[in-house]
């Protein structure tokens, strides 16, 4: 304990004088600017308003001190051991200028100029009169500045009157009124009513005042009242130019295809003038069809203009995917009074290009692995902006441990794939939304070989529909998606292993799948500034259902159907994945994860086919256990460390995580989390005792936890997770909880229970 006692007083004292070395660098007489503080007196106002408010008002305070960790300054630390470089380069310019962070010194501190900024703040949120005092507390060569605020009480609105002039801006303004952001009783705030003059002028631009602009409108406060209350009045301001009080129509509508941004002219002949409907096309190359611009831009002739429809139109074109640049100009008419000009500049992308992706994975299921992918492109294929793609991949996933380390998988395949970038359906569908709708054709070979144990051929088919209904919701649906898989190389071991353990079996067994498929995605994480963002993902697979009512297939009473002399796959499967983030502050979050899944077999299906089956652990799953490992139920593999790749799977799944994620330093995360959950069968398998599903399923719950790092490096996220097991739902019940055997000391503890997990991105 003495021994001990010393090292902790030993390392407190060299925290200490580390932390206070840095102010013998100061220049003489100045000292190290440690921060300011705002307190906010006032007797009437909530104790949470007056937090709220002192926040806000520190948040103004200029300059910010210098960044610190744990109570200490590391960065201005390095920048004063690394003294003054003698040149632009080497380790002391490096540490001082890239590592470093330069002192921040109370000579640079202005009081009088915060009070200020603290004062007109406190006025502009409906303080008026509001008193600030500056001081400063000096101890140890380092100086804090205290500011105190007495806000007196806060003015609120009493009425709010909007222009009732006869002009047609006037009466166009006044109807906005209703969802007018001024409420009378609302207190007065200056933001606010900027922020009601930018709604006012959003509105306008949606009724074809295309000149107007937020500051042409005045508005006039009126604190004389008395009892603390304020009448705002809205006008137009006498100055606004004709044109900003007319509303404007389009005329022409111009588009260029293949303008060229390093050109100041645009030559062309007049036959590469098309008109097509109310367009004028002026394709030199005779690039696209002209049915491509009818679709993306939402104007017509006659239309009056519309903001909205103008940035649809621009993200229409953007998101078709072939152009680089897109810029639209607005030209009054040289005939027509109150008439805008429409034109279109667009800049190709290259036609034709190649990708060219290197993947690599590593888990501790004892396997690593990489995959290696080329796609050929072309953007506009018929002249319609379709994208065709094909790919060419390989990869391979080898065994890093265990007995049978020869017993590795490689892959081999191609896909091709033509997108529209419309649908194409029996009826016309007219979207509106500013993401363009997409019809998708796929067509997927893949050959699969697990050495020394049997090969796979899968071949895949899919035609269906992709769309956004704006930024947080997007549909796919894929009427139709068809799946075969065949088996061939199936050797005499795996074979004698099947006779011993007839779920091994299930893996070769030809599939026939086809179906409808449908996912719905809504998601505002995008939304930076919530707190509160969440993510949500539902899946629904029908397979086989109609062709399975009309052939009356039920092999409970051996009426299969087979198609190519494959069983038909007759199933329906659910799956949601529900996501919560909530932000804690700028750096800090606590993420959260609940999946469920079920899938029914029936009609010409006992169970489901392999491929459509849950699996559980992994990296981005639970992840103490090893991938593919977990359940069904309390079932145990017996010989998943040293036979086959782990290949577990069920018809239910439910797993949920909670993940604390902080910043640490740089590009530096931590994480904390805590997984649990499991999957299960839905009837009962006599090779697989325990792994049914049934009431006590609860019961059978796994649990993990551990702690991670992720390396933000911009272009993507290098994640390390190490997790230790906490509950093991195949041991008897009343021993599954393991904590009490946690044991790091122990190498044979670790090596059973200590997984790591390598992985590129976040897990959810």
Same mark, same amino acid.
Not at 360 to 384: D, I, M, Q
Not at 580 to 590: C, N, P, R, V
Not at 633 to 639: A, R, V
């Given at each position: 304990?003495?021994?001990?006692?010393?090292?902790?007083?030993?390392?407190?004292?060299?925290?200490?004088?580390?932390?206070?070395?840095?102010?013998?660098?100061?220049?003489?007489?100045?000292?190290?600017?440690?921060?300011?503080?705002?307190?906010?007196?006032?007797?009437?106002?909530?104790?949470?308003?007056?937090?709220?408010?002192?926040?806000?008002?520190?948040?103004?305070?200029?300059?910010?001190?210098?960044?610190?960790?744990?109570?200490?300054?590391?960065?201005?630390?390095?920048?004063?051991?690394?003294?003054?470089?003698?040149?632009?380069?080497?380790?002391?310019?490096?540490?001082?200028?890239?590592?470093?962070?330069?002192?921040?010194?109370?000579?640079?501190?202005?009081?009088?100029? #915060?009070?200020?900024?603290?004062? #007109?703040?406190?006025? #502009?949120?409906?303080?008026?009169?509001?008193?600030?005092?500056?001081?400063?507390?000096?101890?140890?060569?380092?100086?804090?500045?205290?500011?105190?605020?007495?806000?007196?009480?806060?003015?609120?609105?009493?009425?709010?009157?909007?222009?009732?002039?006869?002009?047609?801006?006037?009466?166009?303004?006044?109807?906005?009124?209703?969802?007018?952001?001024?409420?009378?009783?609302?207190?007065?705030?200056?933001?606010?009513?900027?922020?009601?003059?930018?709604?006012?002028?959003?509105?306008?631009?949606?009724?074809?005042?295309?000149?107007?602009?937020?500051?042409?409108?005045?508005?006039?406060?009126?604190?004389?009242?008395?009892?603390?209350?304020?009448?705002?009045?809205?006008?137009?301001?006498?100055?606004?130019?004709?044109?900003?009080?007319?509303?404007?129509?389009?005329?022409?509508?111009?588009?260029?295809?293949?303008?060229?941004?390093?050109?100041?002219?645009?030559?062309?002949?007049?036959?590469?003038?098309?008109?097509?409907?109310?367009?004028?096309?002026?394709?030199?190359?005779?690039?696209?069809?002209?049915?491509?611009?009818?679709?993306?831009?939402?104007?017509?002739?006659?239309?009056?203009?519309?903001?909205?429809?103008?940035?649809?139109?621009?993200?229409?074109?953007?998101?078709?995917?072939?152009?680089?640049?897109?810029? $639209?100009?607005?030209?009054?008419?040289?005939?027509?009074?109150?008439?805008?000009?429409?034109?279109?500049?667009?800049?190709?992308?290259?036609?034709?290009?190649?990708?060219?992706?290197?993947?690599?994975?590593?888990?501790?299921?004892?396997?690593?692995?990489?995959?290696?992918?080329?796609?050929?492109?072309?953007?506009?294929?018929?002249?319609?902006?379709?994208?065709?793609?094909?790919?060419?991949?390989?990869?391979?996933?080898?065994?890093?441990?265990?007995?049978?380390?020869?017993?590795?998988?490689?892959?081999?395949?191609?896909?091709?794939?033509?997108?529209?970038?419309?649908?194409?359906?029996?009826?016309?569908?007219?979207?509106?939304?500013?993401?363009?709708?997409?019809?998708?054709?796929?067509?997927?070979?893949?050959?699969?070989?697990?050495?020394?144990?049997?090969?796979?051929?899968?071949?895949?088919?899919?035609?269906?529909?992709?769309?956004?209904?704006?930024?947080?919701?997007?549909?796919?649906?894929?009427?139709?998606?068809?799946?075969?898989?065949?088996?061939?190389?199936?050797?005499?071991?795996?074979?004698?292993?099947?006779?011993?353990?007839?779920?091994?079996?299930?893996?070769?067994?030809?599939?026939?799948?086809?179906?409808?498929?449908?996912?719905?995605?809504?998601? $505002?994480?995008?939304?930076?500034?919530?707190?509160?963002?969440?993510?949500?993902?539902?899946?629904?697979?029908?397979?086989?259902?109609?062709?399975?009512?009309?052939?009356?297939?039920?092999?409970?009473?051996?009426?299969?159907?087979?198609?190519?002399?494959?069983?038909?796959?007759?199933?329906?499967?659910?799956?949601?994945?529900?996501?919560?983030?909530?932000?804690?502050?700028?750096?800090?979050?606590?993420?959260?994860?609940?999946?469920?899944?079920?899938?029914?077999?029936?009609?010409?299906?006992?169970?489901?086919?392999?491929?459509?089956?849950?699996?559980?652990?992994?990296?981005?799953?639970?992840?103490?256990?090893?991938?593919?490992?977990?359940?069904?139920?309390?079932?145990?593999?017996?010989?998943?460390?040293?036979?086959?790749?782990?290949?577990?799977?069920?018809?239910?799944?439910?797993?949920?995580?909670?993940?604390?994620?902080?910043?640490?330093?740089?590009?530096?995360?931590?994480?904390?989390?805590?997984?649990?959950?499991?999957?299960?069968?839905? $009837?009962?398998?006599? #090779?697989?005792?325990?792994?049914?599903?049934?009431?006590?399923?609860?019961?059978?719950?796994?649990?993990?936890?551990?702690?991670?790092?992720?390396?933000?490096?911009?272009?993507?996220?290098?994640?390390?997770?190490?997790?230790?097991?906490?509950?093991?739902?195949?041991?008897?019940?009343?021993?599954?909880?393991?904590?009490?055997?946690?044991?790091?000391?122990?190498?044979?503890?670790?090596?059973?229970?200590?997984?790591?997990?390598?992985?590129?991105?976040?897990?959810?």
């Amino acid at each position: 304990m003495k021994i001990n006692y010393m090292k902790y007083c030993i390392v407190l004292s060299l925290l200490f004088v580390y932390g206070c070395s840095n102010t013998k660098y100061l220049p003489e007489g100045d000292l190290l600017y440690k921060g300011g503080s705002v307190t906010v007196k006032d007797s009437v106002m909530k104790k949470k308003e007056r937090k709220e408010l002192e926040k806000a008002l520190e948040d103004l305070l200029r300059p910010k001190p210098n960044k610190q960790i744990l109570g200490l300054r590391p960065k201005l630390w390095f920048y004063n051991i690394a003294g003054e470089p003698t040149k632009d380069k080497g380790i002391r310019y490096w540490l001082r200028n890239k590592v470093g962070e330069e002192p921040v010194l109370f000579s640079k501190v202005d009081l009088d100029y #915060n009070a200020k900024v603290l004062r #007109n703040f406190a006025e #502009n949120r409906g303080y008026f009169k509001a008193r600030v005092s500056a001081d400063s507390t000096v101890r140890n060569k380092r100086a804090t500045a205290e500011y105190i605020v007495q806000p007196r009480q806060q003015y609120k609105i009493n009425e709010v009157k909007f222009p009732d002039d006869s002009s047609a801006l006037g009466k166009a303004i006044a109807r906005t009124q209703r969802r007018s952001l001024l409420k009378e009783g609302n207190p007065y705030d200056l933001d606010v009513i900027k922020t009601e003059r930018e709604r006012i002028d959003a509105r306008l631009k949606e009724r074809g005042f295309y000149y107007f602009n937020p500051d042409y409108i005045l508005a006039q406060v009126d604190s004389s009242k008395g009892d603390h209350l304020v009448n705002i009045k809205l006008k137009i301001k006498e100055e606004t130019p004709e044109k900003a009080r007319e509303a404007y129509k389009i005329d022409k509508i111009i588009v260029y295809p293949n303008f060229t941004v390093s050109k100041d002219t645009i030559k062309y002949k007049k036959e590469d003038i098309v008109q097509y409907n109310d367009f004028t096309i002026i394709d030199t190359a005779d690039t696209f069809k002209p049915s491509v611009f009818d679709r993306a831009i939402l104007f017509k002739k006659g239309d009056l203009y519309n903001r909205k429809d103008h940035n649809l139109t621009l993200n229409r074109f953007v998101n078709l995917g072939t152009f680089n640049f897109v810029k $639209n100009e607005f030209k009054e008419s040289d005939s027509l009074k109150n008439t805008l000009d429409s034109y279109y500049y667009l800049t190709l992308l290259p036609k034709k290009f190649i990708r060219f992706e290197v993947l690599g994975k590593t888990n501790s299921a004892s396997y690593t692995g990489s995959e290696v992918n080329v796609n050929w492109n072309n953007r506009n294929l018929f002249g319609g902006a379709e994208l065709l793609t094909v790919s060419v991949f390989g990869g391979a996933d080898f065994q890093l441990g265990g007995e049978n380390n020869c017993k590795n998988i490689f892959k081999l395949g191609t896909e091709t794939s033509l997108t529209w970038p419309r649908f194409i359906t029996p009826f016309h569908i007219q979207g509106n939304s500013e993401f363009v709708p997409r019809t998708k054709a796929t067509v997927r070979y893949e050959f699969q070989n697990r050495m020394q144990l049997y090969s796979l051929n899968s071949f895949n088919a899919s035609f269906g529909y992709l769309w956004r209904e704006n930024i947080r919701k997007e549909h796919q649906l894929n009427v139709m998606d068809i799946t075969y898989v065949s088996p061939n190389n199936v050797t005499v071991e795996y074979q004698q292993d099947i006779d011993t353990d007839s779920a091994l079996g299930k893996v070769i067994e030809k599939q026939l799948i086809f179906g409808p498929t449908y996912s719905y995605t809504y998601t $505002n994480t995008m939304q930076k500034r919530k707190k509160h963002t969440f993510y949500f993902n539902g899946e629904l697979d029908l397979a086989g259902n109609i062709t399975g009512l009309i052939t009356g297939a039920n092999i409970k009473k051996k009426d299969t159907v087979k198609i190519l002399d494959v069983p038909l796959s007759q199933y329906a499967k659910v799956k949601t994945d529900f996501r919560h983030y909530l932000k804690l502050s700028k750096d800090t979050q606590l993420a959260s994860r609940i999946i469920v899944g079920v899938g029914l077999p029936y009609g010409n299906s006992v169970v489901m086919p392999t491929s459509k089956q849950f699996v559980s652990g992994g990296t981005n799953s639970i992840r103490a256990f090893r991938a593919r490992t977990l359940g069904p139920g309390s079932y145990l593999n017996q010989q998943t460390d040293n036979s086959y790749l782990p290949d577990q799977s069920g018809d239910i799944k439910l797993e949920f995580s909670t993940e604390y994620r902080a910043k640490l330093f740089s590009i530096v995360n931590g994480a904390l989390f805590l997984d649990a959950g499991n999957i299960w069968l839905l $009837n009962e398998d006599p #090779n697989k005792a325990g792994a049914k599903f049934s009431k006590d399923f609860m019961k059978e719950i796994a649990v993990g936890a551990g702690a991670g790092l992720r390396f933000d490096l911009s272009f993507l996220i290098l994640r390390t997770d190490l997790a230790i097991p906490l509950r093991k739902p195949w041991l008897p019940e009343n021993d599954r909880w393991v904590i009490d055997a946690i044991d790091f000391g122990s190498s044979s503890w670790r090596k059973d229970n200590l997984i790591l997990n390598i992985a590129i991105g976040y897990p959810f």
